[in-house]
Each structure stands twice: as C-alpha cells, then as structure tokens.
C-alpha cells in the first residue's frame, strides 16, 4: 500500500519526462527550490553526492600536480572588459554588485560568471620566467550567470563547479593539457558515474568565449536529449597579450605563455539523474552514492533480528562501505520504496527466517531481482554486486545511446530523424557555421554537439548545403 | 648569504608587527592582494591550510551528526529585513546586486553576509513536526562583508567559511548545542591548530546581531591583541517567530523550535600565523602543515646522496606524512632559509657523511636545534618530532597568554595596564554597557573579550563604575 502511495507520487517518464525530472529532485531530497529567484537549495543528500563527487575529481586533479587556490568572487567590469570576445560572450548574463558599505561603487562589480580574468591578473604578477611554469591551478567556487528559465542543477543563476586554469611555456603543452583534462572529464564519468559519452572537438560557432578550442564531454540523457558534460578550452596566448603577461623564456626571449581552462558543475548530478534514474525513482552510480547499501530488518520486533542487522551493518562499514541501518517503524514496503525513490544501489533484507539460514537478500536497485546470499563474507558480495551495478549502468546507457543514434545522409533524412527520433545524429558537414545555424533553425534546436575524435567518413558532401564535406559531426537536441 | 638575504626580507616582529604579518603572509606566499577591492588571492600554501583545517573540522561536525547543504549566495533585501535586529546588524556592510542579466531587478539582492534568514526561510518548509528535529545543517562557502580598511585573512570584505545553523525542539538541547559547538572550536584550535585559548560568553553588547547569547574563543596573538577565532549563537526562538517556524510537538501542541548557528573562518589562517611565527617567518601546527618535513639532500651531486634521500622521502610518505624533497639547484643554506620562512615544522638534512653513518639530521622549527638520529625508523622519529613541534606550540602560546595577562583592581589600574602592557586584562564588572563604552573609549579601544567560563572574584567591585561587580571580564584589543 505504502509501496503504491510512493510510487504514484513521480510522474513517469514516458509521460512527461520534464516534470518526472523535477519530481525526482524534489521527492529523493535533492534540492529544492528558493525564495531567490532562479537560485536552488542543495539539500543534504543531493550536496553528499556533490561531495563524492569532488573528493574524486580533487584527487584526479592533484595527481596531475594541480593546486587550488581561491579568488575573489568579484570581477571589476573593466577587468572582464580586457578580453573583447570573453566579455561579449558573458556580459548578458551578468549580476552586477553596484552598492558596497551603503555607497555607490566608483566601479561596478560583476559576481564571477568564471574566472579567467582574475587568473590572468594573478598570473600577470606570478609568472616571470620559464622557471614559472607551468601554473596548474584550479578551485571549487559559486559562480553567476543570470538565468531567465531554470531548473535545478541542470540550469540556475547560482551553481557549484569547479575551474581549472593553467599556463604553459608552449602551445604544445598547453593543447595537451586541454586534451589531458577532457580525457580525466571522460574518465571520470564512465569510471565514477557510471556515464559513459561523446567527447569531441566543439565548431566555432559553439565555442567558449575568447577560446581558440573547446573540447566537450556530451553524455545523452535517458531521453535522448544531450547534456553538455563539461568543457575545456584552449586560449593560445590571446588573454596574455590582452593582460600583458609575459615570461622570459629557455632562450632568453620574452614570450607570451599558453593558457587552458577546464570546467565540470553541479550540473553532473542531473546527468546522473537523467541518465540512470527509472520510473521508481533515483539510480545513484554506486561510486558517488551517499548511502551505498541500506540495511532493512525484516520482522525487526523479533529476538535477534536488530542485533543481526546491526552486526552486518557494521561488517558492512568496517569494509569501508557507506551504510544505513533503517531500523525505523515504517514498514518495510514503506522502506523498500523509500530507498529505491533515493537511489540506494544495494538493498539488504534480513528476517528471522534469514537468519536461521544464516543468509539474507540482497536486492539490486537495476534489476531488483531478489537474491538470495550467506552471511559469511557478506561486505565482499555486497561489494560484488555494487560492482555489478556500475556495470550494468554503463551499458544500459551505451545501449541507450546507440539505440538513440542515427545516421543522416542527406538533408531530407537529417529532417525526418530529428523530427521523428530523439537521440543523436551523426551527418557530414562542410564546415560552415551559416549550416549549424540553418540545420538548428529549421528542426527547432537540434545543434551540433561536437566533432568527435572517432569520426567516420558517412559520405563526402555536407548534408545540409551538398557541398564537400569537411567533418563528421555528432548532432542533437541539448539541455 | 642567501640566508642572511631571505631573512633581512622580513620586518622584524618587535619593529613593526603589523609589518611583519604582512611580509610574513607575502613572502611564505599565502595569500596576495587583488584588484579586487578588499578582496584578497589565496594562493596554493595558504588554501592547502584551509584544506587541512576543514578536512578536521569537517569530520568533527560529521561525528556530532551535522550535515552539508547549500544555499543561494543571495539573500532578498526583504529576507534580510525579517528579523529587526539582524538586518541592523548588517546593513552597513552589505554588498548589493541591483542589475541582473542586464536588467534593473525589481528586488535588490544582498550578497550573503550570512545566511541565517535563508536557512530559516528553508526551515519553514521542511521543518513540520518534532519528528523533523534537530536539523543540524552546515555550509562551507565565501561570505561578503564590505570592509574599509583591510588585511589579508583577518578582515577582507569577502572570506571563507563555515556555517553551522540548526534547530532544536527545546531551548535546553539549543543551548547544549551552542555550547558543544563552542567546545568543537576549542578542541580543534588546542588539538590541531597548537593554540590554546580562551573562552566564554560575550557580553550583551558584543553579542551578534539578533543572537540571546554568543560565545567565542578568544585566541591572544604574540603581540597580546586578541583575535575573536570563532563564535556559536543561540537565538531562543527569535527568528522561528518571524519567520512564523513552527512544529507540532510530542504534547500535539504546536510550537517555535529554538535555533543556534557556529561559525569559524580564514580568519584562523591569520590567528595561526600571529599565534606561531617567528622572524624567521611562518611556523605551521603539524596538524595542518601542507608539508610536514622537508627532505633536504646535502652534497647532492656526490654518490648515492639523492637516491637515499629519496628513499628517505618515500618511506615517510609511506607512513602518511606530507613530505617534500627539495633538490633544487639552490644552495643548502637558501633552501633552509625558504623552508623556515614557509613555517615547515622538520626539517630533514641527508649528506653523504650522514649516510655514512646510517644517519640524517632533523632540525624542529620551533627550537631550531640539529638533532643527530638514526635513519633506523626514520619515520617514527619524525613522528615524534612533529608531536613535540605541537606540544612546544601549545606551551609557547600559553606561556605568552600567562606574561601578557594582568590583573586590575581598580580603574586606575586598569588605566595604567590598557596604556603600559599590551595583552589581556582580568578585571570585574557591573554588568552594564555605559561602564564597556567607557572602558573601550578612554583606552583607545580595549573591548570586553568575554565572560570566561572559569571567573574568579578578583573583588566585590566594577573596576569603572565601583557599583557591585557582577563578573569577571576578560578585556583587550582586537583584531
């Protein structure tokens, strides 16, 4: 009864797919919405997996030799004014601090959309000699870009995210850094959250502001739709000449540096929630859940059974496991919705009759086939089938994927695939963005997501002009 | 040489210690000025503290079951006016969003100063029955509080920090809470960061804005002026009221649930450079050192010198601690200049004499002294060194606190202590605000620290008024 009550409560997805998102966010405890306009509130379980979630990326970074530092959240407007592209490119979506103290500002402050400029002011200070470099730095910060339309993690005013900014002595360096922290990006999807994506090469049209290259990892959501996954970017020295920054170089000659940026966001955990989640709810990649395996006693007023729970609950963390106990008076179909609504990989049944057997079961939120398993060795079947879950995460969404990609071959078929199939589709174009724009216009949004590193030779002219074509791009409807 | 010219770098404590704090903060490259008006850049050592400092603290509010969350960085100007004396407090220090997205917003936002209005505006929604309580929430995020004159890590009008806000269903477990909250801070500025301090109850003058009682802990810098390290605040039901907060309780009856918030900042990054250093520069509590030892090869061209230190580096790395080999091409002696200069508690020297004899030298930063060991458990002697660099911290502080504090007995005492001897002075007090005014204008600005928990009767009179004493006072200047 209790099970039905819950379930109910989330649209389906096949239904509205929008509205099953929101519901999701709301009812697993995710985030929530805020008197300030366009600003969400993380909520403990949604912030925990932020958390995960930074405490592996960090350590992916400083083991590149990455360091963090902290830069102010204010950028004077002519600081951002330096670099002519990059201020176009953000001066839209600006909040602008023009009292400070109870006086007007002399200067206007702008709240960081991103922070290169602030980087390059530093920089400008830091870096002399070749000795200097490389910089490698990075930090976790808010930053503001003004929304009109939002929804929570996917698109607000206020988001999480975390910035990398390097310089380097050569231009080789530097593009191989912006390769080398696409590649951790894509790494750490797959191998984390259990995403696997397209990583590619952005068109001129669609990249980051003042950038030369902008390299994109694009996971497609259940849907099909695709989500930027986050970006890296290579400047060339176009910010160090715009900032002055110079450096004496291995052959006495002044030179100006190379520089990167690299970016993911709170934005990942609506990937993870567009990505893996059901109509019962949350699926959380087994690496960032908060609650890895929730312990249910079955018939918990009888002898023995909380002592029993209690003792596999703490097998369970010695192995290093994060666990919860619910011990509570709910009853169990109460509880075993409750944690597939929020996700929890692995579910853990323990009754009287469990214990006699010395067993209990174990119950994948994927499958969620009941398995029946010994005590003995319990932390390493539970670890087991947190395995398997991932597993079987990453190829649901391959299998998603590939199901939701299309070939076009001529500018008819790229019509009719996207106007009768969601996902992906993969068409040859002659390199002109004049063709971005029209293909855009005329199926309602559907852009080029990027040019992959794998591209294949689909045929030799453009589908949308006829003349030669250039790349093989991935296109698609995006968030 | 290169000694005597990293050293003749620093101001001199006794000189100018104002000076000193900054050159100290500069050259051991903690932090930086920005072109951000008061605002300051903190740079790779000085953000590895703050990673290490809420890496403990972190996992001590985890222990008492608080949890992480997120809100929006701005706060509605109508949010911020709920509660009266709150909005008095910090009005003249706000930072104001009027234009966003390039539009003039029909309400001004407020950079958060601090985030008690949006945490009660949360509250209301999710907070219904005593079933929801305690909610022990957290942030750790970049608050703004605009500042006319400033410097680096004790007052910037932007800082970081944490936040802790939670809500009780009795004015007693609120109260406990503020004061375990305040024992947090204590233990973990004793245990981690070596300072030892005082603690106790601000009077009703120097209480937060819209607080019924604060608490704070008083560290007493090198100098004698005091830092106000942390504060923990209970607010009785003040805001639940006009935030109309209320829960159905076990009686059925519906009622305001009692509120405290605790916080600590940056601002520890300063207190611990005060506290410690020397004119050598910096000396960092072990505990929060980014590098614990410092692995210095002497004669490191000739044989075997670099390998064995490297072994040397590996195996303390190994036993979990922070280590850094510098084999640079400077000179030994600049080497040891630079390292004392960035406060790094060992210091481990190798030459090929010492290998000879199955030895190294390790030199505390504290006491300076060489220290001939066997390199048999290598790792545990640094171990031991790096506890007695704690301890030696904790008593020097102490000790320095013991000189500094003085005892007056009557208002010319008081006079002659506040203008003669820098540093604490004990001393009772009526209890009335007109006696503090007095006190703190006529001696330039000695202010009340606290009420310490431990009072002594020092006498039955206030030291200003000579009506009946009511407590005893620790009194002092501040940073």
Redesign the interface.
Known sequence: MAKQKMVEQITSMDVDFAKWYTDVVKKAELA?Y???KG??????YG??I??NIQKDLDRRFKELGV??????????ES?LQKEKDHVEGF????????????NQLSE??I?RPTSET?FC??FK??IHSYRDLPKN?NQW??V?R???TTRPFLRT??F?WQEGHTMHETEEEAREMTIRMLKVYEDFYRETLAIPAVVGRKTEKEKFAGAKETYTIEPMMHNGVALQGGTTHYFGDGFAKAFDITYTARDNTVKYPHQTSWGVSTRMIGAIIMTHGDDNGLILPPNVAPIQVVVIPVQQHKEGVLEKATEITNALKAAGLRVKMDDSDNSPGWKYSEYEMKGVPVRLEVGPRDIENNSCVLVSRVSRNKNFVSLDNIADQVKDMLQSVHTELVERANRNRAEKTNDAHSYEEFLQIAEEKPGFIRAMWCGETECEEKLKDITGGVKSRCIPFHEENLSETCVCCGKKAKHMVIWGRQY
């Open positions: 929530d805020s008197g300030v600003c969400m509130i993380i909520r403990p912030y925990a932020w958390e360091e963090n530092v902290y830069m102010p959240m204010f950028i004077p600081l001066a839209p979506e600006c909040a602008v601090v023009t009292i400070g103290g109870q206007r402050l709240v602030l002011e530093h200070d830091i730095y910060v808010n503001c003004w929304e009109k005013s206020e999480l």
